[in-house]
């Protein structure tokens, strides 16, 4: 069955250290594939996504994600994390690369420490 | 840019009453969503449409219901309230595959 994985429910960081959010789908073929936040209280905010070409894609907010086919995952990374990237980051797989068919990853809470 | 807006923002049922969460969209975009996003849990698909007059259910459709008379507009029709339907509700529409959301609607049914 198709499904899109977090490891991490919350993970804490402190200010200016790096940072890596794992996310893992499985499917078949090779997905459309994003990165979402979400600050409280807030909707979703796209950070990244990857269609296809280089696997290293670059986002807002100085963060970036790399596409690893063998691994069927899709990292979140920036490295050096500011207090106000406290939030809640999804990841995202569109399954058919039509819209139609968004599933979200369960999400990782981020906590930054002064 | 309004992008996709939603009302109410935050809204109390009674069980067994009923409601229509709003969500309307300026960026002519073909699709649109419905989310619920419960703790811990993700963001689940309840219904989504393709078009003007086109709707599917999603993952969580059963409590639910839907119309896209227009491109802008897609509301979400609650008929019997139930607890299980507490939920924080987002709406979002593409142009292809990158999705906009709005703010979220809170809902306690009590």
């Known amino acids: 069955a198709q499904s899109v994985t977090q490891p991490d429910i919350h993970i804490t960081v402190s200010e200016g250290a790096s940072l890596e959010l794992r996310c893992n789908y499985s499917?078949?073929?090779?997905?459309?594939l994003f990165w979402y936040v979400q600050s409280p209280g807030q909707g979703l905010q796209l950070l990244l996504k990857y269609f296809s070409g280089d696997t290293l894609v670059q986002g807002i907010k100085g963060f970036e994600a790399e596409f690893k086919r063998s691994q069927s995952s899709f990292n979140l990374r920036k490295p050096s994390v500011h207090w106000s990237d406290a939030a809640e980051y999804f990841c995202a797989v569109d399954w058919d690369n039509y819209g139609q068919n968004f599933v979200f990853g369960p999400g990782t809470r981020l906590s930054v420490l002064p | 840019n309004a992008g996709v807006t939603q009302t109410p923002k935050f809204r109390i049922l009674k069980i067994g009453q009923s409601m229509t969460l709003q969500c309307t969209q300026d960026m002519n975009h073909n699709y649109m969503y419905w989310y619920r996003q419960d703790p811990g849990m993700g963001l689940k698909l309840i219904y989504y449409s393709v078009g003007a007059g086109i709707t599917d259910k999603g993952e969580v459709p059963n409590g639910y219901n839907v119309s896209r008379s227009t491109t802008e507009d897609f509301p979400l029709r609650l008929e019997l309230a139930a607890p299980s339907q507490t939920s924080v509700y987002f709406c979002?529409?593409?142009?292809?595959?990158?999705?906009?959301f709005g703010q979220g609607t809170r809902l306690t049914v009590v």
């Open positions: 979002a529409s593409s142009s292809t595959v990158e999705a906009f």
């Open positions: 499917y078949g073929a090779t997905p459309y």
